[in-house]
């Protein structure tokens, strides 16, 4: 399939979700909403390329 994007760096107010944000400063919520984030990326990734990846399993989606 098509990249969909290449980075060098980061800008993080696009690049980290708002409600990692939020559960961050709250002190309370950050796994449950990586993990929720996480399952979105692997439903994102099954529906673009049919492949489905395991939510149990590390994922790097940018590596040097």
Same mark, same amino acid.
């Given at each position: *399939? @098509? %990249?969909?994007? %290449? ?8 690049? /980290?979700? *708002? ?5 961050? @400063? ?9 993990? $929720?984030?996480? $399952?979105?990326? %692997?439903?994102? %990734?099954? @529906?673009?390329?049919? /492949? ?13």
């Amino acid at each position: *399939s @098509e %990249i969909t994007a %290449i980075t060098n760096g980061i800008h993080l107010g696009t690049w /980290v979700d *708002s409600a990692m944000i939020k559960a961050a @400063e709250a002190g309370k919520g950050l796994w449950d909403t990586h993990l $929720k984030n996480k $399952k979105a990326l %692997i439903k994102f %990734i099954k @529906e673009r390329n049919g /492949v489905e990846l395991d939510a149990d399993k590390l994922i790097i989606g940018f590596a040097r």
